[in-house]
């Protein structure tokens, strides 16, 4: 019994630990702080090592103290410790009791009606009082209920909706801004807020214009500008060539290692921007001429 108490304590101060931990640091939806914050979860497996060590030190302590005792104060302790134990059990077992207020079989007798239908009895029970207890507050809902929807109009159904869906939005946006880098091959779409193309250029500018100019007109690569494309165009393609590289011994390489896949999207986006512009110098087009297909 003792022992038992002590593992619920430990428990108890461990999951209240973890629950602080888990409001105080804002995470990642669905995500765990105790996950996301490695060293929260050292924080956590101190306070339960410490609450192991503060029951064993004072289970240590108790029996230290109680072998101190005379046999008879020892028989006084345990007395009391019983007694704590027994009104404990003595509540529990009447519980059932306090919440039904059965009468037992052997006193049906005095609570039987005189109905008698062909040999069925009828008994005057008591209403269960857990029952009639979660009727009253059943009335009590319905007025509070009654005066705030249907009196104060407080709002409907359909604002409720409403709301939930706003709500959800709002959460999902922001789950998208921190899953930026989600993107594939189907999701990606064209960026078009200028620190994107801005931070593309960047890359751009640092990474592929040895090959491609910075005007995009083309030398070891292709000419970016025109319409014609080696391995297609369009955001989902340039983004796959960004992503995979170009064909085999070409010289354009993959550049998933080096860049995040958002920061591809970004470089992908500006380099749509080329499209139509006139380069000083620019290298004679290259493979097809890309339609982007009618979308439904
Ligand atoms: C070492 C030279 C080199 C570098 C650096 C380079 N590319 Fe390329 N790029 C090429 C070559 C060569 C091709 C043609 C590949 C093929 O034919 O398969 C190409 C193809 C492409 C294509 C497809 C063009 C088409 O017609 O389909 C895009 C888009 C592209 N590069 C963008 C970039 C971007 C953006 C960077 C910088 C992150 C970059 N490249 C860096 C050499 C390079």
Known sequence: MRNLASILRIIALTAIAWGGVELLFETDPGQLAIIEFPKTLIFVGVILLVSIAIEVSVAALRFTLFRSLSVEKQEKFLASENKLANQLKAIFERLPKLLTKSRPIEEEGDIALDHNYDGIRELDNKLPPWWIYSFYASIVFAVI????FHVFNDYTQIEEYKAEVAQAEIDIARYKETAKDLITYETVTVLEESSDLEAGKKIYDNNCVACHKADGGGGIGPNLTDEHWILGGGIKNVYK????????????????NDFSPYELQQVASYVLTLQGTTPADPKAPEGEVWVEEETE
């Open 241 to 256: 060539t960004l992503v995979e590289g170009g064909r085999p011994g070409k010289g354009m390489v993959a550049w998933k």
């Open 145 to 148: 209920y009654l005066a705030r």
